[in-house]
């Protein structure tokens, strides 16, 4: 079973948690027209064999939002991180 | 190499004390070749057959990281079957089935198709007006379907669970007879075979590490034996299309998913067809074993493991005494996961891609093996011609960007993850 600590409850199973996708792609700046910028940042993953940052919603727990490191070649799950905390740096 | 198979060769080879031979040729990479496929799964073997049979294109070689069939066409549930509703998958799965109804004799071995038909059951009103449009519209194409109610329901499969506390009552069905099971590791080994037959090289343990590059094209890989050079390249690698894309420099429209099959232990003949729940996503059929053979849902996140997670297992168990009470005793002999690579509609992908001379099979989702014959037909003709056939035009890679999705589910993109 993954474990996944949530930055605001602790460990729980994944099981309590939604998968929310690859937390490294940059949203278009509001406004932006392009719809080539708009298309790759919805539809294009990088989709790695290795190290990635995703994020996760704890839905059946306090309902946040936090970004998880894992590897996906062997499901090591790293660090958890508050999502604003990872953007202000 | 192999003989012809027939009664007289099974009869002949019965006197002799000798092991039967391999069937399909190993061979050593040569430096270059006209054609090169990367994967020998069952698309890409059957690319390199179709290449071969339809093209006359027979300086081919396919390259296996680890040994043929070792990827998902050994880890499927093996159903085939054409009913679909969006034109494009409609005319592109029925194909397919068409190719599977001729290949035992097309390849001179025996892929064990098993035409059992396919019930997939609606619980509700709701939901029988659905799969009564998808009947319709599979008529409409010249396939077979037949709407069930209720009572013909418990006439064809009695040990569901008809009686009042069911969780999700049985109110009809929609059956396609011409549906049913392949053995799948003959379908890798049919393909392998005929395919060296006609001249094709497969070189198994050779994993390709990168691309060769000349003014924008692919002009060939760089492998773990060496440079190989090729004037076409293919990627048909399934859960591994991003990785392989990546060493192109291409990002793809998928995300890599784990999917789990089970197989319980041996039982005397009880499932007749094939069986799809309505209420989840969850199907069972029987194998010549006597194992039922079953699945459900895709992990919920992206991983290449190759190891599945413990709740779904429950998931899957639940819904399987959901539907057949009567199996609650049966134990899971074996169980397995793979990784399937998952598009934004649900739909894959058959093509051209950005980078001259290099093609793409890939982004299946749930639904590679019965798409094995008609994928490889497809991918040999848009090689061969560098433009897609008709039948899969709809699966280029770009469609997204063209407002193209094919969603068969009709919710919308992104159906795996809602």
């Known amino acids: 079973m993954l474990r996944i600590t949530c930055p605001f409850c602790g460990e729980r199973d994944y099981t309590e948690f939604r998968y929310g996708g690859d937390a490294t792609k940059p949203r278009p700046v509001h406004g932006t027209s392009s719809s080539q910028a708009w298309h790759d940042f919805v539809f294009l993953f990088d989709n790695p064999k290795g190290p990635h940052r995703e994020y996760w919603q704890h839905v059946l727990g306090c309902r946040q939002w936090l970004v998880l490191d894992r590897n996906t070649a062997t499901n090591t799950v790293g660090d958890s991180h508050v999502p604003r905390e990872v953007a202000a740096k | 190499m192999s003989s012809r198979y027939s009664a007289l060769s099974l009869a002949r080879h019965a006197l002799s004390d000798a092991p039967w031979p391999r069937a399909w040729g190993g061979a050593e990479p040569k430096p270059s070749y006209e054609v090169l496929v990367i994967g020998?799964?069952?698309?890409?073997?059957?690319?390199?057959y179709y290449l071969a049979k339809n093209h006359g294109i027979k300086n081919?070689?396919?390259?296996?990281?680890?040994?043929?069939?070792?990827g998902n066409v050994g880890r499927n549930t093996t159903l085939v079957r054409s009913n679909y509703v969006i034109d494009g998958n409609t005319q592109f799965f029925e194909h397919s089935l068409q190719l599977w109804e001729g290949l035992s004799h097309e390849l001179n071995f025996n892929v064990m198709l098993s035409q059992r038909g396919q019930i997939v059951l609606a619980h509700g009103p709701a939901q029988h007006d659905v799969l009564a449009?998808?009947?319709?519209?599979?008529?409409?194409?010249?396939?077979?379907?037949?709407?069930?109610?209720?009572?013909?329901?418990m006439r064809i499969l009695p040990y569901l669970d008809y009686s009042d506390e069911a969780r999700f009552p049985i109110y009809g069905g929609l059956l396609q007879r011409r549906a049913g099971t392949v053995r799948h590791d003959a379908v890798a080994w049919g393909y392998a075979r005929a395919a060296t037959e006609l001249g094709v090289d497969i070189i198994e343990g050779c994993e390709v590490t990168g691309f060769v590059m000349t003014e924008g094209k692919v002009t060939g890989v760089e492998t773990t034996r060496g440079r190989i050079l090729a004037g076409r390249t293919a990627i048909a690698v399934a859960g591994h299309s991003s990785h392989l894309a990546a060493m192109a420099g291409l990002r793809l429209p998928i995300e890599s998913h784990l999917l789990q099959a089970f197989v319980s232990e041996p039982i005397k003949p009880f499932v007749d067809h094939v069986i799809s729940f309505g209420?989840?996503?969850?199907?069972?059929?029987?194998?010549?074993?006597?194992?039922?053979?079953?699945?459900?849902?895709?992990?919920?996140?992206?991983?290449?493991?190759?190891?599945?997670?413990?709740?779904?297992?429950?998931?899957?168990?639940?819904?399987?005494?959901?539907?057949?009470?009567?199996?609650?005793?049966?134990?899971?002999?074996?169980?397995?996961?793979?990784?399937?690579?998952?598009?934004?509609?649900?739909?894959?992908?058959?093509?051209?891609?950005?980078?001259?001379?290099?093609?793409?099979?890939?982004?299946?989702?749930?639904?590679?093996?019965?798409?094995?014959?008609?994928?490889?037909?497809?991918?040999?003709?848009?090689?061969?011609?560098?433009?897609?056939?008709?039948?899969?035009?709809?699966?280029?890679?770009?469609?997204?960007?063209?407002?193209?999705?094919?969603?068969?589910?009709?919710?919308?993109?992104?159906?795996?993850?809602?």
């Open chain 2, 40 to 48: 020998g799964g069952g698309h890409g073997l059957a690319t390199a």
């Open chain 2, 60 to 70: 081919v070689a396919v390259l296996e990281r680890a040994y043929i069939g070792s």
């Open chain 2, 133 to 153: 449009r998808k009947g319709n519209i599979m008529r409409l194409n010249g396939i077979d379907a037949e709407l069930l109610d209720r009572g013909d329901v």
């Open chain 2, 279 to 418: 209420a989840e996503l969850f199907y069972i059929s029987q194998s010549d074993k006597g194992g039922l053979v079953f699945g459900g849902h895709i992990d919920g996140f992206n991983t290449y493991t190759q190891r599945g997670q413990f709740p779904k297992v429950q998931t899957v168990a639940e819904c399987a005494v959901a539907l057949i009470p009567s199996i609650s005793r049966i134990r899971l002999l074996r169980h397995w996961a793979g990784i399937q690579d998952m598009t934004p509609d649900g739909s894959p992908y058959i093509g051209r891609t950005p980078l001259r001379n290099l093609y793409i099979d890939g982004g299946w989702c749930y639904q590679g093996f019965k798409a094995t014959p008609a994928a490889g037909w497809c991918l040999a003709h848009t090689i061969a011609h560098d433009e897609e056939h008709p039948l899969n035009r709809c699966y280029a890679l770009d469609r997204f960007e063209r407002g193209g999705e094919l969603d068969d589910y009709g919710i919308g993109n992104w159906t795996y993850k809602q």
